[in-house]
Nanobody, 125 residues
């Protein structure tokens, strides 16, 4: 079983950058595909980015493509989300998630079995 802990959230001005990290426990992290989701107040949780277990395939929501970059370091059991050119609409709680395999699409919440507790990102205008 994998336990996930996010860090790196905070308050930043529009146009700024943040780097989120997700630390995973367990010896099998490298066999898990990982994703980032976010949930703004009053809204449903939505897909942000995902990465294959090897790190060579990535997926992004259209709203963050070109601004966010997902990466992973299997030696350190970490997955990262580099967020640049942040906008006020990026404000949300960001969650790290993991799964052994995708049955349908990495963009779907139900694909993921393991979730972190979330980290708050607030972008001021």
């Amino acid at each position: 079983q994998v336990q996930l802990v996010e860090s790196g959230g905070g308050l930043v001005q529009a146009g700024g950058s943040l780097r989120l990290s997700c630390a995973a426990s367990g010896p099998t992290f490298s066999s898990y595909a990982m994703g980032w989701f976010r949930q703004a107040p009053g809204k449903e949780r939505e897909f942000v980015a995902a990465i294959s277990w090897t790190g060579d395939i990535t997926y992004y929501a259209d709203s963050v493509k070109g601004r966010f970059t997902i990466s992973r370091d299997n030696a350190k059991n970490r997955v990262h989300l580099q967020m640049n050119s942040l906008k006020p609409e990026d404000t949300a709680v960001y969650y790290c998630a993991g799964t052994r395999y995708y049955r349908d699409s990495p963009r779907k919440i139900e694909e993921y079995n393991y979730w972190g507790q979330g980290t708050q990102v607030t972008v001021s205008s």
